[in-house]
Nanobody
Framework: QVQLVESGGGLVQAGGSLRLSCAAS????????MGWYRQAPGKQRELVAA???????NYADSVKGRFTISRDNTKDTAYLQMNSLKPEDTAAYYC?????????WGQGTQVTVSS
């Protein structure tokens, strides 16, 4: 079992920055890839960024060049650095971790970008 706890969301003006954190606990040795998803009201949850155990990353086209995902294995924590935020980035952001039998989700943290 893996538990994920996100933090770092909040209200920010367009053009600003936020850094999200995802702390993993439990059977962390079983975690392979980790990722960040987001879900805006009335829309499906979508992948924002993902990172493998080796550090390989991939991003949604809408956030490339603005967001950076990273992983600190010592702290068992994943991060999402969000720069040049836009109002369309407004969503609940969820951390995800891939385990051997299932994926795990955090509770979500709200990011709101004002104009």
């Amino acid at each position: 079992q893996v538990q994920l706890v996100e933090s770092g969301g909040g209200l920010v003006q367009a053009g600003g920055s936020l850094r999200l954190s995802c702390a993993a606990s439990g059977s962390i040795f079983s975690i392979s890839a980790m990722g960040w998803y987001r879900q805006a009201p009335g829309k499906q949850r979508e992948l924002v960024a993902a990172i493998s155990t080796s550090g390989r990353t991939n991003y949604a086209d809408s956030v490339k060049g603005r967001f950076t995902i990273s992983r600190d294995n010592t702290k068992d924590t994943a991060y999402l650095q969000m720069n040049s935020l836009k109002p369309e980035d407004t969503a609940a952001y969820y951390c995800n971790a891939a385990g051997p039998y299932r994926t795990y989700w955090g509770q979500g943290t709200q990011v709101t970008v004002s104009s």
